[in-house]
């Protein structure tokens, strides 16, 4: 156990195990494995500015110390939510005082980048260009859509992932042993169960699991044999949200049981299974999200009105929370389950998808593009659909992708009544 002067003193240990190199750093091999994008950049000097983006505790900011680090570059951090213009203007002179002086570069590394506003990311737009500074950003939040253009245009995006169970274990499991920075000096023993239920519960989040898995330590008391035994009960009540009562693969099963139930129209089934994951612990926010991607992914055209209420549903359940939030969301399982079937919009993704990536190097017809030469390459002019009275027939896709369909609308619901206006000449069954 912590003393009193410990606990008041103590750096927590989610930062005390923050890892300092690469060969320590958890998770994203998508990111940080050797010949990734980002290994070359580094190995040869070039990176640049970036923006890292994904779920908290995912190693976000403790990627952009690293870096910084190995570069031997001087490196600034800041929180957008205390920052201001002033701030990013002192960074910048003593950026440039630094280059000229000593030769070295430095990297700006910005929290929660997304909360800077216009100004704030102007102010250091010209020093970005010019190599003055570099910008590491972290951000929760996709940076296409919460952050300035001009900044996003000048910076190379990164997404990160929830780690996986077996990261966070293997993270903890180092935490316990640790003498110097974790817990290795406490005579400590964790249960096998308990590290798996704090990997579960952190929801891919290591800065979350280690903080209750420090909590679980601090507040246990020494048995009879001076040792402090973490059961799976204790790392239950040490963690910040409602237990589970089922394991997890009956968590999986359950959520499985609900997602297969909205598609096989079954009300009673959806209902069940969804008040089972609630009644154990699951956070409803959980169902409501499910319940938005089956909305297109099994109703889809057939009946778009169910997006628009499951949306509904997640928004209301956000702002109202439990109970009352529940009976929105009852409403909207009710509705995607009696809804009409469609899964059109599901294989029309697919498809998509698969010859965007296989035929990735096919060139925008001509008269498609931004700025189209003289030469129409045999396309012809671009016709202005609404010279035509809305819609005129023009090709679209590139040459060899021209004849390819991907939406076809199925016979159910309001989609049978739904004719494809680049095929209204056509009969509906012959698509």
């Known amino acids: 156990m912590y003393n009193t002067l410990e606990m008041e003193t103590r750096i927590p240990l989610a930062e005390r195990m923050r890892p300092k190199s690469f060969e320590d750093f958890v998770g994203q091999e998508h990111i940080v494995g050797k010949d990734t994008l980002l290994y070359r950049a580094i190995k040869y000097g070039t990176l640049g500015s970036c923006i890292f983006f994904g779920p ?15 570069l031997r570059a001087n490196y600034i951090k800041l929180n957008a939510v205390t920052s201001g213009v002033a701030d990013a203007k002192a960074v910048i002179e003593r950026a440039k005082t630094d280059k000229a002086m000593l030769g070295k570069d430095t990297y700006l590394i910005l929290d929660e980048c997304h909360r800077w506003n216009k100004a704030q990311s102007d102010c250091v737009l010209e020093a970005i260009e010019n190599g003055d500074i570099y910008l590491i950003g972290t951000t929760t939040e996709n940076p296409y859509t919460s952050m300035t253009r001009a900044i996003v ?16 274990v293997s993270a903890l499991k180092k935490a316990t042993l640790d003498k110097e920075n974790g817990l290795g000096n406490l005579n400590v023993k ?25 909590l679980a330590v601090m507040t246990t008391p020494a048995g009879k044999d001076k040792m402090i035994h973490i059961t799976k009960l204790i790392a239950e009540q040490s963690t910040d949200r409602k237990a589970l009562s089922i394991d997890e693969n009956m968590y999986y099963d359950i959520l499985s049981a609900f997602c297969k139930s909205l598609r096989g129209s079954d009300v009673e089934g959806a209902l069940f299974y969804s008040q ?11 169902i409501a999200r499910r319940l938005v991607a089956h909305s297109s992914e099994d109703v889809g055209m057939a009946d778009s009105n169910a997006l628009l209420l499951s949306t509904s549903a997640m928004y209301a359940l956000e702002k109202m929370g439990v109970p009352e939030g529940l009976i929105p969301l009852s409403h909207a399982i009710i509705y995607v389950c009696e809804a009409e079937k469609s899964n059109s919009v599901i294989t029309a993704l ?6 965007a990536l296989n035929y990735s190097e096919n ?3 001509n008269h498609l593009k931004n700025h189209p030469s003289t030469n129409y390459d045999g396309h012809g002019k671009y016709k202005y659909p609404h010279d035509f009275g809305g819609y005129v027939e ?3 896709m590139p040459d060899s992708l021209k004849e390819r ?7 159910n619901g309001k989609e049978k009544n739904l004719i494809r206006k680049k095929f209204k000449n056509k009969i509906q069954g012959d698509l």
């Open 56 to 70: 908290p505790g995912t190693g976000k900011t403790t990627l952009g110390n690293i870096i910084a680090k190995t």
């Open 394 to 396: 023009q090709q679209y």
């Open 153 to 168: 245009s000048r910076c190379r995006i990164f997404e990160f992932k929830p780690l996986t169970s077996n990261n966070i």
């Open 276 to 286: 089972k994951l609630i009644n154990a612990g699951c956070d409803p926010m959980i």
């Open 350 to 355: 697919n498809m998509a998808r698969e010859d």
């Open 363 to 365: 060139k925008v017809p």
């Open 405 to 411: 369909i991907y939406y076809k609308p199925s016979k």
């Open 190 to 214: 964790i249960d096998e169960e308990a590290f798996e239920y704090l990997a579960f519960a952190s929801a891919g989040d290591l800065r979350n699991a280690l903080n209750s898995l420090e």
